[in-house]
């Protein structure tokens, strides 16, 4: 599966964006897949996952709460709504899919075969 990820920008403090991951190929369906972000110096970490189905999902502690992952299977599209939105959520974030069908929720990068190009969100204090 192929991943665009979009919907990055600036936005102030206490501000609002979603991402957005469109995926090409009939594999999406039957994907888990993930955000991950990397803030500048540091490394990549996890921050959603949802499962194939969309019924499970999961969140880093840091944005939970507050970040909402979804998905829409019919228009092979991942959604990441994040809400009160902070400096430190300063990053580019990636979306990610599982390299094996119909698994369960995991944040380790190990587990996701295929990488979107990144979008970058800046939060100004």
């Known amino acids: 599966v192929q991943l665009q990820a979009s919907g990055g920008g600036l936005v102030q403090a206490g501000g609002s964006l979603r991402l957005s991951c469109a995926a090409s190929?009939?594999?999406?369906?039957?994907?888990?897949m993930g955000w991950f972000r990397q803030a500048p110096g540091k490394e990549r970490e996890f921050v959603a996952g949802i499962s194939w189905s969309g019924r499970g999902t999961d969140y880093a502690d840091s944005v939970k709460g507050r970040f909402t992952i979804s998905r829409d299977n019919a228009k092979n599209t991942m959604y990441l709504q994040m809400n009160s939105l902070k400096p430190e959520d300063t990053a580019v974030y990636y979306c990610?899919?599982?390299?094996?069908?119909?698994?369960?929720?995991?944040?380790?990068?190990?587990?996701?075969?295929?990488w979107g190009q990144g979008t970058l969100v800046t939060v100004s204090s």
């Open positions: 190929g009939r594999t999406f369906s039957s994907s888990s």
């Open positions: 990610a899919a599982q390299g094996r069908p119909f698994t369960g929720l995991t944040p380790h990068e190990a587990d996701f075969a295929s």
